[in-house]
């Protein structure tokens, strides 16, 4: 089959990208079925665990190999793999399954399917993204069982698969791989995250796309070409000469927007006549600091602190906890505010080694600083680092706590921080002099609340993920409901309003921390609404800055009350659109 072909997945990482389709995995993704190459004599046991470790080994190297290149985030992904090729739960079921004569690969793959079924069936974002991972694990198994060799592009290509396992995207050398296609996959697949990090193109869940590329193949004939444009998730299949063309225009305007925004780094973040935006990172864990600083943060607004906690068999100790907040607020410095958030554990973040109760409900259940009430160890730990690592770097730590719903909460909040300092001087140990404390205000109940919480903290910053989802009552991990989920929609910007009023008649900040606080839309209206900080994640502070410096004041008054008597988030997000668009 000839011809062009235009089809739509969800847009995983911005970016444009026209070149030859490279199809990985075109049986199945990374386990083609051929028989295993066994050494004579070898039983199958011996063959599954030797394999296994040369797995670990491999992946070891890879990860030493991208420390190098100093891309920490990414080689962890390779650690925790390596752990994965020898747990004894998995490596004991694929002998299990081979028993005395059984084919070794069959049974690895049976193993690493069967782990990442189970994975995959939890009802975990974050967790099921991992069965990726294990499966990719026993994928390399069966290569090394199998003496194979991974083909990887021969020129600059775009990667099409149902899923791209991580060892395989980063063997691929840089400047080989122009962007990533899958027909499966989510925004948090490791592909995407990798995408990112190399500021290339992804598009994940475009349904259609190995039939597309598959019926245009043949291994005769050239590799067929691709067009793709991350941001709004639009693939185009072989395309003609005027579509390429139409891409490749894309792509250069892409560039000179880039270039732009990076331009603007230098300056503080401004309106176009000169009003102030605090404009700060998002971050995960202590290695994301570096990008953060890299595009000019002026602090961290939200550093997610429950991601200290995943992965892992305990929680971490005071000390470790103590080092990591250390690293950040020393990265930083006294001039750029770090604000830590307690963890927000519950909800779509499980941690297995708590073993909180299973509920119906977890985003409306025991979640964050409920999670105090009954057990205040977690917190009290985590606080008495946090004083620890401002003593030890220096600085005032900022802290704030998520899901906070009632001034009750707010109580238990301040009097588990003096209890933690407490205990720290009673022993002797050194501890910040003081602490900024806020709240996240993203509970209907804290929005109403607004005005007496605002008395009784240092500063808020608005969850607009959360806000949103309880707002319209949408379930934010619920893909059918996706349209209800715009944080543009003019009842959470009139819950937005009401906080930030509250906030001024208490003369505290208001900050956004939620995803709508880096989209250029949002954060003009954000800024409209009196927003005084916004907070997102590294590679959406550009875009946000760049949008900024080309409105006024009074523009930004005039869209916010707009947006606010608007009937939808479309209206909202056109509104917000005819600022942004080039004149002419
Ligand atoms: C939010 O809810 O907007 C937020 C920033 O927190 P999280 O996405 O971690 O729940
Ligand atoms: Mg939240």
């Given at each position: 089959m000839t011809g062009t072909v235009k089809l739509m997945g969800v847009a995983g990482a911005p970016g444009i990208a026209v070149g030859p389709i490279w199809r990985f995995?075109?049986?199945?993704p990374g386990l083609p079925a051929t028989t295993s190459r066994q050494v004579?004599?070898?039983?199958p046991d011996d063959a599954i665990r030797a394999a296994a470790a040369e797995t670990a080994r491999q992946l070891d190297a890879l990860a030493g190999r991208i420390r190098d290149l100093g891309r920490e985030q990414e080689a962890a992904i390779f650690d925790a793999q390596s752990l994965m090729a020898l747990d004894p739960t998995l490596v004991d079921d694929a002998v299990q399954r081979a028993g005395?004569?059984?084919d070794p690969a069959d049974a690895v793959r049976a193993a690493a399917g069967a782990a990442a079924e189970l994975l995959a069936s939890l009802d975990d974002e974050i967790l099921s993204a991992r069965a990726a991972d294990v499966r990719d694990v026993g994928a390399r198994i069966c290569r090394v069982l199998r003496g194979e060799v991974l083909h990887l592009p021969a020129v600059p290509s775009i990667a099409v698969s149902d899923d791209l396992p991580p060892s395989v995207t980063a063997e691929i050398?840089?400047?080989?791989?122009?962007g990533i296609a899958l027909a499966g996959g989510s925004k948090t697949a490791h592909a995407v995250i990798l995408a990112r990090s190399l500021g290339i193109p992804a598009i994940v869940g475009i349904s259609g796309l190995i039939a597309a590329v598959d019926a245009r193949t043949?291994?005769?004939?050239p590799p067929v070409a691709m067009a793709m444009d991350g941001e709004r998730g639009e693939v185009i299949v072989d395309p003609g000469t005027l579509e390429a063309a139409e891409f490749r225009q894309r792509e250069a305007d892409l560039a000179l927007r880039r270039a732009d925004a990076a331009g603007l780094?230098?300056?503080?973040?401004?309106?176009?006549?000169?009003e102030r935006v605090l404009l700060v990172a998002n971050i995960?864990?202590?290695?994301d600091a570096p990008r953060a600083l890299a595009v000019r943060?002026?602090?961290?607004?939200?550093?997610?602190?429950?991601f200290l906690f995943m992965s892992r068999q305990t929680a971490p100790t005071e000390t470790e906890q103590a080092e990591a907040y250390c690293r950040v607020l020393e990265a930083f410095g006294p001039e750029r505010p770090v604000v830590i958030r307690l963890a927000d554990i519950g909800g779509d973040k499980a941690i297995p080694?708590?073993?909180l109760a299973p509920e119906q409900n977890p985003f409306l259940g025991v979640r964050a600083i409920r999670?105090?009430?009954?057990?205040?160890d977690l917190l009290l730990t985590q606080l008495r680092a946090i004083w620890r690592a401002g003593a030890a770097a220096n600085v005032v730590p900022h802290v704030m706590a998520p899901m906070v719903a009632t001034i009750a909460d707010v109580e238990l909040l301040m009097s588990l921080r003096d209890q933690a300092r407490e205990s720290l001087v009673g022993n002797g140990l050194p501890a910040a002099e003081r602490m900024v404390t806020g709240i996240m205000v993203e509970v209907p109940s804290a929005a109403f609340l607004a005005p007496e919480l605002a008395r009784r903290v240092d500063f808020f910053s608005i969850g607009t993920n959360d806000l949103t989802q309880y707002i319209l009552a949408?379930?934010?991990?619920n893909a059918a409901l996706a349209a209800f989920?715009?944080?543009?929609?003019p009842a959470v910007l009139r819950a937005i309003a009401g906080v930030v009023a509250g906030a001024d008649a208490a003369g505290i900040p208001v900050a956004v921390c939620g995803e709508l606080a880096g989209d250029p839309a949002g954060a003009l209206i954000l800024v409209g609404l009196g927003v005084d900080e916004l907070s997102a994640d590294a590679g959406s502070l550009d875009g946000v800055r760049a949008a900024l410096a080309r409105v006024t004041r009074p523009q930004l008054d005039a869209l916010a009350r707009s947006a606010l008597d608007a009937s939808d988030a479309e209206t909202v997000r056109e509104m917000a659109g005819a600022l942004l668009a080039p004149a002419g």
């Open positions: 995995g075109a049986t199945e004579p004599g070898q039983r005395e004569a059984g050398p840089p400047g080989f791989l122009l043949s291994p005769s004939a780094r230098e300056r503080p973040t401004a309106t176009a006549d000169g995960g864990t202590p290695d943060a002026e602090g961290v607004g939200l550093f997610r602190t429950e080694y708590l073993q999670l105090a009430y009954a057990n205040p949408a379930d934010r991990g989920q715009d944080a543009l929609h």
